[in-house]
C-alpha cells in the first residue's frame, strides 16, 4: 500500500488512556502471534486494566496509541531503563509495537517509531532497543530500514512454567 499523506497529517500520537484498553487489546488479538496471548474477556479485563494502571503510574514507562479521527489505529509501549554499563547511560526500551492490520503499510509504524525515537532522545537515552520474534521477517525489514541493527541474539525464559524455575536462591540482600 502506499503511504497516505492524509492519513498521516490526520495522525495523533498521544499517551493511552485507561479507555484505550480494550482498543489496545484488539490491535494484540489482530495478529497472528498476539492472538495466542491476549484476548479480551469480561473476566480478563480486570487484569489487563491493572497492568495498565501500574504501567501508567510508572514514570519511566507509558503507552501510547496512534489515533486518526476514526480511531486507534496503533500503539506501543516505551520503558526507559538506566543501565550501570555504558557509563551508567540511559536505554529507550520499545514493546508491544502494533498496527492495525488494514492501516500496515501507510506510514503509521514509522511515524510512531520516529515519535519513540524522539521520546528516547529527549529522555536522554544513548540508545533505542526492542525485540522483534524471529518469525516477523517483514517487522524486521522495517527496523532495519528505520536505522536498527540486528546486534545481538534475544533470548526469553518463561517463568510461569514450573519446569524453568530454577532452584538455586538469591543471597539476602548485601551478600555475595
Known sequence: ????????????????????????????????????RDSISPESLAQYLAAFDEIDADPRSAI????ST???????????????THGGSK???????HVAPDYRSRGIGEAMMRFAIDLARR?????????????????????????????HEGMKLILTDASSLSTARPSPAGQR
Open 64 to 67: 501510547y496509541v496512534a489515533a
Open 1 to 36: 500500500m502506499r503511504i497516505s499523506p492524509e492519513l498521516i497529517a490526520s495522525l495523533v500520537i498521544r499517551r493511552a488512556a485507561r479507555d484505550d484498553v480494550p482498543t489496545i487489546l484488539g490491535l494484540y488479538a489482530d495478529d497472528p502471534l498476539g492472538s495466542r
Open 91 to 97: 536505554i529507550g526500551q520499545v514493546e508491544a509495537v
Open 123 to 151: 529522555g536522554g537515552c544513548g540508545r533505542m532497543q526492542l525485540t522483534s520474534n524471529k518469525r516477523r521477517t517483514d517487522a524486521h525489514r522495517f527496523y532495519e530500514r528505520l536505522g536498527f541493527v540486528a546486534s
Open 70 to 84: 476514526e480511531r486507534a489505529l496503533g500503539t506501543f509501549q516505551i520503558t526507559f531503563l538506566r543501565h550501570l
